[in-house]
């Protein structure tokens, strides 16, 4: 079972994060750079604003979410994301989606990639959002699935934790925005690599196109 992370990892929404940001900074009078907000992605947005010492947290959110729904025609998937996902469903390997997005900004991009998920972990859901295990062990508990059996990719210092704390293993997505901490974890240069690494595909499963559904 593969589960797997949703910005950085299938879809580059840094453009729609960075444009809504900067709605942010001009609608709050803030002057955290990007940059910063950038640091901690992963993590439910409450949390980031925690960390970034920011106080009417959920006036920012609702400023932030209008105008990512706005910008949201910047975002684009990764090369070959797509074909990979579904190369992964040919060979039977169920996939899930673990995000710190909320679902109403979440659903249309997982919708673009015309790929069947057979579960879906937002902040939407019960438990704590990443660095903690919740959403992860809760997507096995949606399948039915033990940890052993179970491979979580994200792009984030927190993915790197949150799969260590719920004992699943872990592939660093190179092509994302962050950088994997101590110790090294197996690293995906591209979408394409995933394939090489977890051994899936080769000669006997080419790439498809369209879904599969």
């Given at each position: 079972?593969?589960?797997?992370?949703?910005?950085?990892?299938?879809?580059?929404?840094?453009?729609?994060?960075?444009?809504?940001?900067?709605?942010?900074?001009?609608?709050?009078?803030?002057?955290?750079p990007f940059?910063?907000?950038?640091?901690?992605?992963?993590?439910?947005?409450?949390?980031?604003?925690?960390?970034?010492?920011?106080?009417?947290?959920?006036?920012?959110?609702?400023?932030?979410?209008?105008?990512?729904?706005?910008a949201s025609?910047?975002?684009?998937?990764?090369?070959?994301?797509?074909?990979?996902?579904?190369?992964?469903?040919?060979?039977?390997?169920?996939?899930?989606?673990?995000?710190?997005?909320?679902?109403?900004?979440?659903?249309?991009?997982?919708?673009?990639?015309?790929?069947?998920?057979?579960?879906?972990?937002?902040?939407?859901?019960?438990?704590?959002?990443?660095?903690?295990?919740?959403?992860?062990?809760?997507?096995?508990?949606?399948?039915?699935?033990?940890?052993?059996?179970?491979?979580?990719?994200?792009?984030?210092?927190?993915?790197?934790?949150?799969?260590?704390?719920?004992?699943?293993?872990?592939?660093?997505?190179?092509?994302?925005?962050?950088?994997?901490?101590?110790?090294?974890?197996?690293?995906?240069?591209?979408?394409?690599?995933?394939?090489?690494?977890?051994?899936?595909g080769g000669?006997?499963?080419?790439?498809?196109?369209?879904?599969?559904?």
């Amino acid at each position: 079972m593969l589960l797997l992370d949703l910005d950085g990892v299938l879809v580059d929404t840094r453009p729609v994060m960075e444009s809504a940001w900067h709605r942010v900074q001009e609608a709050h009078g803030l002057d955290v750079p990007f940059e910063e907000y950038e640091r901690h992605l992963g993590r439910p947005f409450a949390d980031i604003m925690k960390q970034l010492g920011l106080v009417d947290a959920e006036r920012i959110h609702q400023t932030y979410a209008e105008a990512s729904t706005a910008a949201s025609y910047l975002a684009r998937q990764f090369e070959d994301i797509s074909k990979v996902l579904h190369t992964f469903v040919a060979a039977d390997w169920l996939l899930g989606i673990v995000t710190s997005k909320p679902l109403d900004r979440a659903a249309p991009l997982l919708a673009q990639l015309g790929c069947p998920f057979a579960t879906v972990r937002t902040p939407n859901g019960v438990g704590r959002g990443k660095p903690a295990p919740d959403p992860i062990l809760l997507a096995l508990i949606d399948l039915g699935a033990d940890p052993a059996d179970a491979m979580y990719v994200g792009d984030m210092a927190v993915d790197q934790e949150a799969a260590r704390r719920a004992g699943v293993s872990y592939v660093h997505a190179g092509w994302g925005y962050g950088c994997p901490s101590a110790p090294a974890p197996a690293v995906a240069e591209s979408p394409k690599d995933l394939l090489r690494l977890l051994e899936v595909g080769g000669p006997t499963i080419p790439f498809l196109e369209g879904s599969l559904v």
